[in-house]
C-alpha cells in the first residue's frame, strides 16, 4: 500500500498567508513606535544638552529608551522570522534572524543592569512644590535629580546622593521649607548616622525656586524613613569624650590583642605613649582621636577579639571598604575603625575618634 501527500489547500495556503501579513503589520507598528520612542528620547536629550527628560509616572528617558530599544529588537527579530522568502535567501535570512534575536537578549540583559528608579514629588510644609526626584541606586552608588515638570517634560535643577545606594527622598529622611520665594532642602544622605530627617536649619542641601502660577495639593504627608522607628520621649543623652575616653578604649583595644602589640619596626607600643590629636569640631569645642599602625602575633584573632570588646561595650556596626566600624550617637567614643592589612604590609591599622567636648 503506497501513501501519497496531498498538496496544502489553497484555503490554508491563504491563512497561512493572511496570519503572517496581520503579523507582519503588527510587528511593523511596534517597530515604528519603538523607533519613534527612541527619536523623541534622543532628541529631547540633544537639544537640551542632557538637562531635559521625558517622564511619566515612574518612567524617565533612560528607562523608555531602554525598553524602546528592546521592543524594536524583539519586533526586528519577529519580522524577519515572518517574512517568507526563496530558499536561496535563507543563506542571507538565518544569520540575520540569529544576529536579531542575540542583539534582543543583549539588550534584555543590559536593561537588567539599569537599576530601578523612584520617581518623589518633593513636599514643603505638606504640600506639593511642583517638583520631583528621580532616584537610582546601583550597589553602592546612590544618587538623584531634581526636576521640575512641565507636562512630559522634567527639567533638572538639582541633584541628590545617598550612601551606598540610600535613596534619602524616596525613604523620607528629608526636610523641606518655603519662604521668600524659595524652597529650600534639607536631607540625611546615611541612614545608619541619621535615620530621622534633618532639623530645617542651617545651610540647606539645596534650593530652587517657588514655581509661581500654580495651585499645589496640600495635605501630603512624607513618608516615614524605614528606619527610624518609634521615637522614644526620653532619647539617651550624649556623653562627651575626653581624652580619658579615647585612651582608655585604646587601652581595652591592645589588651584583647593576641600577644604583644607591636610597631612597624617591631618596638612594642604602649598604649599609654600613643599620641593624642584635638581636632576641632563646626560647633565649637575639640575631639581627641588617634591612628595607630601595629602587629600582633595573630592579626586575624586580634580583629575578633577587638570588635569584641566594641561591641559589648554597646557600639554599633558598620562596614566600608574592607574597614570594620563601630560608631555610636551617644557615646562617648563617636567612631571606631580597624583594618586588617596582613596580605599587604603585615599591618593592622586602627582609628578611634572621641565626640567633641567643650571642655
Do not use: H
Not at 158 to 179: K, L, M, Q
Amino acid at each position: 500500500m503506497t501513501t501519497s501527500t496531498e498538496p496544502a489547500s489553497p484555503a490554508n495556503s491563504l491563512e497561512t498567508s493572511r496570519a503572517r501579513r496581520w503579523g507582519a503589520l503588527i510587528v511593523g507598528l511596534a517597530l515604528g513606535i519603538a523607533t519613534a520612542a527612541i527619536s523623541v528620547v534622543l532628541a529631547v536629550d540633544t537639544v537640551s544638552k542632557g538637562e531635559t527628560i521625558v517622564l511619566i509616572g515612574a518612567l524617565g528617558s533612560q528607562q523608555f529608551l531602554v525598553l524602546a530599544v528592546v521592543a524594536a529588537f524583539a519586533a526586528l527579530a519577529s519580522g524577519l522570522c515572518l517574512i517568507p522568502v526563496p530558499k536561496r535567501w535563507l543563506l542571507l535570512l538565518v544569520p540575520a534572524r540569529m544576529a536579531a534575536i542575540a542583539c534582543t537578549g543583549l539588550a534584555i540583559f543590559v536593561a537588567g543592569f539599569t537599576g530601578p528608579s523612584t520617581v518623589s514629588p518633593l513636599i514643603s510644609d505638606s504640600c506639593d512644590t511642583g517638583y520631583v526626584v528621580v532616584e537610582r541606586s546601583f550597589l553602592f552608588y546612590g544618587g538623584g535629580s531634581v526636576y521640575r515638570i512641565d507636562g512630559i517634560l522634567a527639567t533638572r535643577v538639582a541633584g541628590t546622593v545617598g550612601d551606598d545606594g540610600y535613596r534619602p527622598i524616596s525613604d523620607g529622611n528629608y526636610s523641606a521649607t518655603t519662604e521668600n520665594g524659595t524652597v529650600s532642602v534639607w536631607y540625611n544622605s546615611d541612614p545608619m548616622m541619621s535615620p530621622s530627617p534633618p532639623v530645617a536649619t542651617g545651610q540647606p542641601a539645596f534650593t530652587v525656586p517657588e514655581l509661581s502660577g500654580r495651585t499645589g495639593a496640600c495635605g501630603i504627608q512624607v513618608p516615614v524613613p524605614a528606619g527610624r522607628g518609634v521615637a522614644t520621649p526620653t532619647p539617651d543623652p550624649v556623653l562627651p569624650g575626653s581624652e580619658a575616653d579615647v585612651r582608655e578604649m585604646l587601652r581595652a583595644s591592645l589588651t584583647a590583642a593576641d600577644g604583644p602589640v607591636r610597631a612597624r619596626d617591631g618596638s612594642e607600643i604602649d598604649p599609654e605613649a600613643v599620641p593624642l590629636q584635638a581636632i576641632a569640631c563646626a560647633d565649637g569645642g575639640t575631639a581627641s582621636s588617634l591612628s595607630l599602625e601595629f602587629q600582633t602575633g595573630d592579626n586575624a584573632l586580634t580583629l575578633k577579639q577587638i570588635l569584641r570588646v566594641w561591641d559589648a561595650a554597646g557600639y554599633l556596626p558598620d562596614r566600608a571598604m574592607q574597614e570594620d566600624i563601630r560608631w555610636s550617637p551617644t557615646l562617648p567614643i563617636e567612631k571606631m575603625t580597624i583594618r586588617d592589612s596582613t596580605t599587604i604590609n603585615g599591618l593592622m591599622r586602627l582609628g578611634i575618634s572621641g565626640r567633641c567636648t567643650n571642655n
